[in-house]
């Protein structure tokens, strides 16, 4: 039996970029598998934002665990380098990012809610095809995204067919956007906003040129972080109509909105409201 090729070996030798998705940040709403990854990392790439949900519970070492270069260790003595990301610095962190793992080092990118979802993963892989990195290994860890954890808050407004539209138009221009909006909102689906600190009254606008104005609207804030977001956790259910009146409840980026079909309907219980969008063509006895 033949042992490893230098190629493989030398594979062996190297670490692996997770991409990992947090969710809201909060211990409770992420993963067994992201909370493994971030706390056997090597290296922790994270915003001042995510590094202090992180260290709430432990994921990452306390502040006062840190030394002035961000290495940080552990209460069994490992030491993690800690990173701080920002918007302006995603190319150049993506490259460092690689090179960590050239040095057999395990590097946790850490991204909320979910990466594939307006995250990061598709700039490393696209800083992967630019600077020929196929000797990455890279590994993309799921989380909990603001669709979901909105619609959990509420009630089960995407249990039918749903799509999800960014606002932003910093890499898309408006006209897709609208152009976008338009066909989800005659098409029949139940459509989450993201980035609503941008243009949601626009938005909300198009959708009503093609959609009721009583469809029912939920607006939900910081889904899953209860206190610990930037505004607090919140949900308020109100109609199309009289969404864009609304303002004073769309608190920036961690605003998602939900807007509902013909088919969503309200559940009233005893001390709540509830959004539901049936599955559509069965009744009770088809269960």
Same mark, same amino acid.
């Given at each position: 039996?033949?042992?490893?090729?230098e190629?493989?070996?030398?594979?062996?030798?190297?670490?692996?970029?997770? =991409?990992?998705? #947090?969710?809201?940040?909060?211990?409770?709403?992420?993963?067994?598998?992201?909370?493994?990854?971030?706390?056997?990392?090597?290296? +922790?790439?994270?915003?001042?934002?995510?590094?202090?949900?992180?260290r709430?519970?432990?994921?990452?070492?306390a502040?006062?665990?840190?030394d002035?270069?961000?290495?940080?260790?552990?209460?069994?003595?490992?030491?993690?380098?800690?990173?701080?990301?920002?918007?302006?610095?995603?190319?150049?962190l993506?490259?460092?990012?690689?090179?960590?793992?050239?040095?057999?080092?395990? =590097?946790?990118?850490v991204?909320?809610?979910?990466?594939?979802?307006?995250?990061?993963?598709?700039? +490393?892989?696209?800083?992967?095809?630019?600077?020929?990195?196929?000797?990455?290994?890279?590994?993309?860890?799921?989380?909990?995204?603001?669709?979901?954890?909105?619609?959990a808050?509420?009630?089960?407004?995407?249990?039918?067919?749903?799509?999800?539209?960014?606002?932003?138009?910093?890499?898309?221009?408006?006209d897709?956007i609208?152009?976008?909006?338009?066909?989800?909102?005659?098409?029949?689906?139940? #459509?989450?906003?993201?980035?609503?600190?941008r243009?949601?009254?626009?938005?909300?606008?198009?959708?009503?040129e093609?959609?009721i104005?009583?469809?029912?609207?939920?607006? =939900?804030?910081?889904?899953?972080?209860?206190?610990?977001?930037?505004?607090?956790?919140?949900?308020y259910?109100?109609?199309? *109509?009289?969404?864009?009146?609304?303002?004073?409840?769309?608190?920036?980026? *961690?605003?998602?909105?939900?807007?509902?079909?013909?088919?969503?309907?309200?559940?009233?219980?005893?001390?709540?409201?509830?959004? =539901?969008?049936?599955?559509?063509g069965?009744?009770?006895?088809?269960?």
């Amino acid at each position: 039996m033949t042992g490893p090729t230098e190629n493989q070996a030398d594979r062996e030798a190297d670490g692996t970029l997770y =991409v990992v998705g #947090i969710g809201p940040g909060l211990p409770d709403h992420m993963t067994k598998r992201a909370t493994e990854v971030i706390e056997s990392a090597d290296v +922790i790439i994270a915003s001042s934002l995510y590094q202090e949900f992180l260290r709430a519970d432990g994921t990452i070492p306390a502040a006062e665990r840190t030394d002035e270069d961000g290495i940080a260790t552990r209460e069994d003595g490992f030491e993690q380098e800690i990173v701080r990301s920002t918007m302006g610095r995603q190319v150049e962190l993506a490259r460092a990012a690689f090179d960590y793992v050239r040095e057999g080092k395990d =590097v946790a990118h850490v991204s909320g809610g979910d990466p594939s979802v307006y995250g990061k993963s598709d700039l +490393i892989f696209r800083m992967a095809e630019e600077d020929d990195a196929t000797d990455v290994s890279i590994e993309i860890v799921p989380g909990l995204t603001a669709a979901l954890g909105g619609s959990a808050n509420v009630g089960a407004p995407l249990c039918n067919d749903f799509c999800t539209v960014s606002l932003s138009d910093k890499w898309r221009g408006w006209d897709e956007i609208e152009e976008k909006l338009r066909a989800a909102a005659i098409s029949g689906f139940v #459509i989450v906003l993201y980035n609503c600190w941008r243009n949601y009254e626009q938005a909300v606008d198009i959708v009503r040129e093609e959609r009721i104005d009583d469809a029912y609207v939920a607006i =939900v804030n910081d889904a899953g972080r209860e206190d610990a977001g930037r505004n607090g956790e919140s949900h308020y259910i109100t109609t199309l *109509g009289e969404a864009a009146d609304h303002d004073d409840k769309v608190s920036g980026m *961690g605003t998602s909105l939900i807007i509902g079909n013909h088919e969503t309907e309200t559940w009233r219980s005893d001390d709540r409201t509830y959004l =539901v969008t049936p599955r559509g063509g069965r009744d009770i006895d088809d269960f």
